[in-house]
């Protein structure tokens, strides 16, 4: 089984930032894409970035310029870095995982506990 931990939520001033991580463990025998989502009370969970087992990265255009996705493979762990905030950031942040366990031949997706963010003065 894969787990993923994520850490780094909190309540934040608006213009502040926050770097939230994410830990993926278990029989993991490969990672390809992993990814930030976030949903909002009353709206749909959204992309927030991705980043690929290359390290080409995308992100939605409310975050671009403000937020920095990365990754260490050596630690299974993906960030984000959210630098000059907004309230409109306010939401749970779930990451995503796209691995392959020891004991299959497909990549499938995996999905942290998700974090609360909160953007408020």
């Known amino acids: 089984q894969v787990q993923l931990v994520e850490s780094g939520g909190g309540l934040v001033q608006p213009g502040g930032s926050l770097r939230l991580s994410c830990a993926a463990s278990?029989?993991?025998?490969?990672?390809?894409?992993m990814g930030w989502y976030r949903q909002a009370p009353g709206k749909q969970r959204e992309l927030v970035a991705s980043?690929?087992?290359?390290?080409?990265?995308n992100y939605a255009g409310s975050v671009k310029g403000r937020f920095i996705i990365s990754r260490d493979n050596a630690k299974n762990t993906v960030y984000l870095q959210m630098n000059s905030l907004k309230p409109e950031d306010t939401a749970v942040y779930y990451c995503?995982?796209?691995?392959?366990?020891?004991?299959?031949?497909?990549?499938?997706?995996?999905w942290g506990q998700g974090t609360q963010v909160t953007v408020s003065s």
């Open positions: 980043i690929t087992s290359g390290g080409a990265t």
């Open positions: 278990g029989s993991i025998f490969s990672i390809n894409n």
């Open positions: 995503n995982v796209a691995a392959q366990e020891y004991s299959g031949s497909y990549y499938y997706s995996h």
